[in-house]
């Protein structure tokens, strides 16, 4: 029985829900654990379409800062980062189109998640930020891959290095987002995914699939990248100072070391 992530399917529409709203749906181990499982459930369904929502007052707030400061533990480390590679490979090639319906803020790792998706649908509210910078690290969940795809090397390079969160209008403006409404997101979604259904939709995931079936050693390589400089971060000053400026709600002192 999961608990943080719930599936539902209906009409041939598989909805993938992040359950944690205290947390604004931070991801920790249970919950990516969770969430391959519902992904991994999806997969093989006979469901067309796949949303992804988020409870509460937010999308997915990133990486739980709380599994980070285990970090140093390189088994759990390692258990970490393969589940979030899974869930991301596995959204990637879903053989169904995948809309992520994004309200309230998608940070680090929840952009990452967010940006897996066929179709971004944001409200003009929403805020998208990669902000791993904040805690003295690199994106990770393929972020690299998913900035270069839809802002290409250097403004993702600039992106990543302001910490900066856009909203929802001009994410659509940078190519972050593919559809933005004044609308709530889900609705949205939903009317979204029933025209879809009313698509030629064998002829849409062939085209899917030969995009991405050529840029998945790609992506491959972009998380095992992510996964050796995120081990390397870490240890570092920064990091660590990052955790604790977090945890007490102040403002980092970062050294550049």
């Known amino acids: 029985m999961m608990e943080t992530v719930q599936l539902s399917s209906n009409k041939q529409i598989a909805q993938i829900h992040l359950n944690r709203p205290d947390r604004y749906n931070a991801l920790d181990l249970k919950m990516l654990d969770e969430l391959l499982q519902a992904v991994e459930q999806v997969e093989q369904s006979d469901d067309r379409i796949v949303l992804l929502t988020g409870a509460g007052n937010a999308f997915c707030a990133g990486g739980d800062i709380q599994m980070m400061a285990d970090f140093a533990d390189q088994s759990f480390f390692d258990q970490v980062m393969d589940t979030?590679?899974?869930?991301?490979?596995?959204?990637?090639?879903?053989?169904?189109?995948?809309i992520s319906a994004v309200h309230g803020s998608a940070a680090?790792?929840?952009?990452?998640?967010?940006?897996?998706?066929?179709y971004v649908i944001a409200e003009e509210a929403a805020r998208f930020g990669m902000l791993f910078l904040g805690v003295g690290l690199a994106p990770d969940g393929?972020?690299?891959?998913?900035?270069?795809?839809r802002l290409g090397v250097q403004q993702s390079k600039q992106f990543i290095w302001s910490m900066e969160q856009v909203k929802g209008l001009e994410a659509k403006q940078m190519g972050l987002v593919d559809v933005c409404t004044d609308q709530p997101v889900k609705e949205a979604a939903n009317q979204l995914a029933d025209r879809l259904l009313h698509s030629p939709l064998v002829s849409m995931l062939e085209t899917k699939h030969i995009y991405h079936q050529q840029k998945l050693s790609e992506l491959q390589y972009f998380l095992e990248s992510e996964k050796k400089a995120q081990w390397n971060?870490?240890?570092?000053?920064?990091?660590?100072?990052?955790?604790?400026?977090?945890?007490?709600?102040?403002k980092p002192v970062f050294k550049g070391e």
């Open 233 to 250: 971060l870490r240890g570092t000053a920064d990091h660590q100072e990052g955790v604790r400026a977090f945890l007490a709600k102040r």
């Open 142 to 149: 393929g972020g690299h891959f998913w900035l270069k795809e």
């Open 84 to 98: 979030i590679g899974a869930i991301v490979e596995k959204l990637y090639m879903m053989p169904k189109i995948v």
């Open 108 to 118: 680090g790792l929840g952009l990452s998640l967010a940006l897996t998706a066929d």
